[in-house]
């Protein structure tokens, strides 16, 4: 792996070029005799080190955009560009190199593996890396550390609260120090007490490690709270494009405590 | 992903669902084992076989005879080679030339004859025949009672159980010989046996004084003369052999035996001595026929190509022993064949449990391929799995299979002594087999893996992380 994939600290200072470029991007279906449009001639422009959120109704194609973004899904028609790479043309194994070391995922059901501890879940990204053991461990160390997981690491994930597996996928998320977080209602989940907890680390990751993040969520008052900007999502199209100015207004370090209060 | 980390996960994977991959384990080591089984009963036979014919001395030797003898004298012989008068004499030097060809461990002279043997002053005629030392690892004489000859020169005696119970006076049951060869040797050991013979003795200058030749006569055959005197021969019994003399053992043909060395030096009037006119005066031992021992069975050909060059006629069961092994062949790969089948079932056992195990692991696939394993890695991944059960099931299954063939072993041991026969070890599994069957039960084991690890690789993320 190189080391611009392992360091996203560096991209930090970047902030403002373009991070994702999204162009008449298309995501169709076939189900049965019917076509579904879920995602239909989306454009869209995302700033490295912006906080996207992405709104709409189930069945809007919000995930749909995301999972495109996130290179596990291939477009139809149209292209989507990060950092400079067309995923569209990208081969089946550089679009796996891709996903291991330029994004990051966070899931509404955690998606950790039932049968790791949660040491070995974080560290499993390293392995597809081929990072060697000794660093691996260190390094998983650091990441539960991180999300105050480190006394939990040789727990399961079917031993630990919604919260606690949500920050667990959050550190494997973290692990390869990718650019782009991509979360799919990372909250659905929880309650709203965790789920603060858990948007504050997402933010941290933003401002502190300058991660582009792009979030999917249904709930507009946690998009306003915490994305810089907000897009909307309605039957496959993009019908709304704003930025938030509220969250600029009261990023700083108090936030993460203050918000818990809030809620 | 780098291999410690493949085979790690693999373990771990398998660990997860222990009965069903346990199960799947056991079959594949049910294959294994049924096929060490099979194989190593065919090569245990086959050593077996080989080892028995090997000692009967009937596929490494080669009996050299004179074409001069003209007894067995076949038309293809007659019509290669040199003419039977014009052919070399089978003599003393022409001996010790065939012993250092190349392949050959002793060349030693056929002596046989019939004459008198008198025990407690009561004749027996009877068959004599003389042994080399070599012919004391001989498998006709495993259940010598007794023992061998103690030198090449002693005045011994080994006696046939057929003899030893003609001397007793008794007369052997019809049906099966159940004689016990201990009671038949105990009161013959060490006793003696007085053996009249005809020596045949080249004539002196002086006893040739009545003829008519010329006094250079010596080099001339015309008029060549030998008497033949009556000697008496005390021998001591060494041992009695447990043997049929009725078998077909070549130099063993025979139901007494004597040491090769004293025999020679008696100089015994053959049969064929009277045919022989060339060999009557000379003093060179001339003999009608040489057992010749090959260090292996598959060289006997050339040893005996080599002395048919020198211009004798050769005789070796080299092509039934050919056939022989022709034979263990095919059943080698009968067995096998019968052996792999339990294999191919199990072959079916591991597709089954790879591919359900990929319906229970969608949706861990589908997290693998979100968090950047790429399709290789899952594959790699399946076929790791695949081969860690081959790996095991092979190990397990050699030593299933080995288990179960010391037990037939010994059940067919039992039965055999049951049956009053000696035990033998027919059941044999050589290193190299356990390495053959490790391997292919892994190389079975990942063809298995094939399709299920490329169908695992090939699920699509998005549906496979939709799938609960």
Redesign the interface.
């Known amino acids: 792996m190189s080391s611009t994939d392992r360091s996203p600290q560096s991209s930090a200072p970047a902030i403002g070029i373009p991070a994702i470029h999204a162009e008449r991007l298309c995501r169709h279906y076939r189900m049965g005799e019917a076509l579904i449009r879920a995602v239909d001639g989306v454009a869209l422009e995302v700033r490295a080190g912006e906080f996207v959120a992405l709104l709409g109704s189930s069945g809007s194609g919000k995930s749909s955009v995301l999972n495109l973004i996130a290179g596990l899904d291939r477009p139809t028609s149209g292209s989507v560009t990060v950092h400079e790479r067309n995923l569209a043309k990208l081969s089946r194994e550089e679009l796996a190199r891709y996903r291991l070391h330029t994004v990051g995922m966070v899931f509404q059901s955690f998606n950790l593996i039932a049968s790791m501890t949660l040491a070995e879940n974080v560290e499993l990204p390293m392995r597809f890396a081929e990072v060697d053991r000794g660093k691996r461990d260190s390094l998983a160390r650091e990441a539960l550390a991180r999300v105050g997981l480190l006394a939990r690491m040789n727990h399961r994930p079917s031993e630990l609260s919604g919260g606690e597996q949500q920050r667990a996928a959050l550190a494997r998320a973290l692990i390869n120090r990718p650019r782009l977080l991509l979360a799919d209602e990372p909250t659905g989940n929880l309650d709203s007490r965790t789920g603060t907890e858990i948007m504050n680390m997402v933010r941290e990751f933003n401002q502190q490690l300058g991660m582009t993040v792009v979030m999917v969520t249904h709930e507009r008052a946690l998009a306003e709270r915490y994305a810089e900007r907000l897009v909307f999502l309605a039957d496959g199209k993009l019908v709304g494009d704003e930025s938030n100015s509220t969250v600029t207004a009261n990023t700083g370090s108090d936030h993460a405590g203050s918000d818990g209060e809030r809620l | 992903?780098?291999l410690p980390?493949l085979a790690e996960?693999a373990v771990?994977?398998l660990r997860?669902s222990l009965l069903r991959n346990s199960l799947t384990t056991i079959g594949i080591s049910v294959g294994v084992a049924s096929l060490v089984a099979m194989l190593s009963l065919g090569i245990g036979l086959q050593q077996l076989a080989s080892r028995r014919l090997m000692k009967s001395g009937l596929f490494d030797t080669v009996v050299v005879t004179s074409r001069r003898d003209l007894r067995n004298f076949s038309r293809e012989e007659e019509r290669n080679g040199p003419a039977p008068a014009e052919s070399r004499i089978l003599d003393e030097p022409t001996r010790r030339e065939i012993e250092h060809l190349p392949n050959v461990l002793e060349a030693y002279p056929d002596i046989r004859f019939i004459t008198e043997l008198r025990y407690e002053d009561k004749p027996h005629l009877t068959t004599i025949a003389a042994l080399p030392a070599s012919a004391k690892s001989n498998d006709a004489f495993e259940g010598v009672q007794g023992r061998f000859f103690s030198s090449d020169m002693a005045p011994e005696a080994i006696l046939q159980k057929a003899f030893a119970e003609e001397l007793l006076g008794k007369t052997p049951k019809p049906g099966l010989d159940e004689t016990n060869v201990a009671e038949l040797a105990a009161p013959l050991l060490g006793k003696e046996l007085m053996m009249r013979y005809a020596q045949r003795e080249a004539a002196t200058p002086a006893t040739r004084a009545y003829d008519n030749a010329p006094a250079s006569g010596n080099e001339s055959l015309a008029g060549a003369a030998y008497s033949v005197v009556s000697r008496e021969q005390k021998l001591k019994i060494a041992g009695v052999a447990d043997l049929d003399p009725e078998s077909m053992r070549g130099p063993t043909r025979a139901r007494v035996f004597l040491p090769l060395g004293l025999a020679e030096s008696l100089h015994v009037m053959q049969p064929t001595d009277l045919r022989e006119i060339s060999r009557a005066a000379s003093d060179q031992p001339v003999y009608s026929s040489v057992n010749v021992r090959v260090k292996n069975p598959s060289q006997v050909q050339k040893v005996e190509d080599a002395i048919k060059k020198m211009g004798f006629n050769t005789f070796s069961i080299l092509d039934a022993s050919r056939s022989i092994q022709q034979f263990f062949k095919v059943l080698d790969v009968f067995l096998a064949i019968f052996g792999s089948l339990a294999l191919a079932v199990a072959f079916i056992g591991i597709v089954n449990t790879l591919v359900m195990a990929i319906l229970e692991r969608r949706?861990?696939i589908?997290?693998?391929?979100?968090?950047?394993?790429?399709?290789?890695?899952v594959k790699r991944l399946f076929f790791a799995e695949a081969g860690a059960m081959g790996i095991l099931g092979g190990i397990s299954g050699v030593a299933l299979g080995w288990a179960l063939g010391q037990v037939i072993n010994l059940g067919t041991n039992i039965y055999l002594q049951r049956q009053s026969f000696p035990p033998e070890h027919f059941w044999s599994v050589p290193w190299w087999l356990v390495l053959f069957a490790v391997l292919f039960s892994f190389l079975v084991s990942l063809a298995a893996g094939l399709y299920p690890a490329g169908r695992a690789a090939r699920l699509d993320?998005?549906q496979a992380?939709r799938y609960e």
């Open positions: 992903m780098n980390d996960l771990r994977n997860e949706r861990e589908g997290i693998m391929k979100a968090i950047g394993a790429s399709d290789g890695d993320p998005v992380l």
